[in-house]
């Protein structure tokens, strides 16, 4: 059974550091995996996708990175700006028969970036 | 281009109640999925519809039922509404619903149970 798990549940840190949010999964067998961000009370943005032959995908100053072998995906914020703080959330769909694309989500890290 | 947009944003219902919520997926999208979110915590799948029928299912009971239009668009229904049901309930389209297909989601429909 899959399972995704993010660690730390929450990160402060102050305007302009470069940042790492670290997500594991257990099952290496994967399609893709997703990133998304979601603000309080609202929906998910998705802000990265990467499937399962790719290394790392790049967006403005994002960059996340996928190893398989080793069960983790990164997801890099440089310079940090007080707009990134959310909930960041990954998410894999299980491999096996009759997946769909379901997705299984870690609990998320909230990123707090003070002024 | 509309993205995934859902109906109603909030709704207050008591204990026992009935609801029904519902998601028009993004333009060129035929599968549309829906996800419990709790407070704190990483979306719950529930189940997922192409084709106007239910292809996989969460662990959900069965008060969890669903619908998918001819146009796409979706219904989640919730009868003998619990306390426990109270959450954030968000809905993601994809084009097929493969799972190497990025999937988008809407806003979000709070549902508060009293």
């Known amino acids: 059974k899959q399972e995704v798990t993010q660690i730390p549940a929450a990160l402060s840190v102050p305007e302009g550091e470069n940042l790492v949010l670290n997500c594991s999964f257990t099952?290496?067998?994967?399609?893709?995996l997703q990133w998304f961000r979601q603000d309080p009370g609202k929906g998910l943005t998705s802000l990265l996708l990467?499937?399962?032959?790719?290394r790392e995908q790049t967006s403005g100053r994002l960059n996340a990175s996928l190893d398989k072998s080793s069960g983790r995906s990164t997801l890099y914020i440089a310079a940090s700006q007080p707009g990134d703080s959310a909930t960041y959330l990954c998410?894999?769909?299980?491999?096996?028969?009759?997946?769909?694309?379901?997705?299984?989500f870690g609990q998320g890290t909230t990123l707090q970036v003070k002024p | 281009d509309a993205g995934v947009t859902q109906s109603p944003t909030h709704l207050i219902k008591t204990r026992g109640q009935q609801v029904t919520l519902r998601c028009s997926p993004k333009?060129?999208?035929?599968?549309v999925s829906w996800y419990q979110q709790a407070l704190g915590q990483g979306p719950q799948f529930i189940f997922q519809?192409?084709?106007?029928?239910?292809?996989q299912r969460g662990n959900f009971p069965d008060r969890f039922s669903g619908h998918q239009f001819p146009n796409y668009s979706s219904e989640l229904n919730v009868n003998a509404l619990l306390l426990g049901d109270s959450a954030l309930y968000l809905c993601?389209?994809?084009?097929?619903?493969?799972?190497?297909?990025?999937?988008?989601f809407g806003p979000g429909t709070r549902l508060t149970v009293l």
């Open positions: 993601a389209s994809s084009p097929a619903g493969g799972p190497w297909d990025e999937q988008f």
């Open positions: 099952d290496s067998a994967i399609y893709n």
């Open positions: 990467i499937q399962s032959s790719q």
């Open positions: 998410a894999v769909p299980p491999h096996g028969s009759g997946n769909t694309g379901k997705l299984i």
């Open positions: 333009s060129g999208h035929d599968t």
């Open positions: 519809y192409y084709e106007e029928e239910e292809r």
